[in-house]
């Protein structure tokens, strides 16, 4: 069984994007932000994640996240008790990665749509609306899973 998952709003309930918008556009603020997402507080998906590593499922987590927030996003999952060497993790490249508003949608599914139909994932779970929706028609062959955290 290969098992797929989104980061923010999905694994954890919080997202980096709000962070993203406040920094508005301001790099050095965005990245004095990324520490707090060590705090970021793991969602009820998260327990789905850690059940499919337990049943040795294949787990990929495939995060929009930029490359240069790796390293903070790979202590969060160690820092909750997650073995990555049981876990593909893929980030957005540089090459890739846009602010622009009108881009953002088609460029995230794309990205998203490309992985999970390379690595032929069985289910991805998702929390934001448009791309679940995009991504049922992009991956017809994945169960795409709508994650809602309140």
């Known amino acids: 069984m290969k098992i797929g998952f989104d980061v923010d709003g999905t694994l954890c309930t919080d997202k980096f994007s709000a962070f993203h918008m406040l920094a508005n556009g301001d790099?050095?603020?965005?990245n004095d932000s990324l520490k707090l997402m060590l705090g970021f507080a793991p969602s009820p998906t998260?327990?789905?994640l850690r059940k499919c590593i337990e049943?040795?499922?294949e787990v990929y987590i495939i995060s929009f996240r930029w490359k240069?927030?790796?390293y903070y996003t790979i202590e969060w999952l160690r820092r909750h008790g997650i073995d990555l060497s049981k876990v593909t993790l893929e980030f957005a490249p540089p090459e890739i990665t846009t602010n622009c508003p009108q881009e953002y949608e088609r460029v995230v599914v794309k990205y998203k749509a490309d992985l999970i139909n390379k690595y032929q994932l069985d289910f991805y779970f998702e929390d934001t609306n448009f791309i679940?929706?995009?991504l049922k028609t992009a991956c017809p062959k994945t169960l795409i899973c709508h994650v809602v955290n309140d």
């Open 68 to 70: 240069e927030w790796e």
């Open 55 to 57: 049943l040795g499922y």
């Open 46 to 48: 998260f327990d789905i």
């Open 27 to 30: 790099m050095e603020k965005l």
């Open 132 to 134: 679940v929706d995009a």
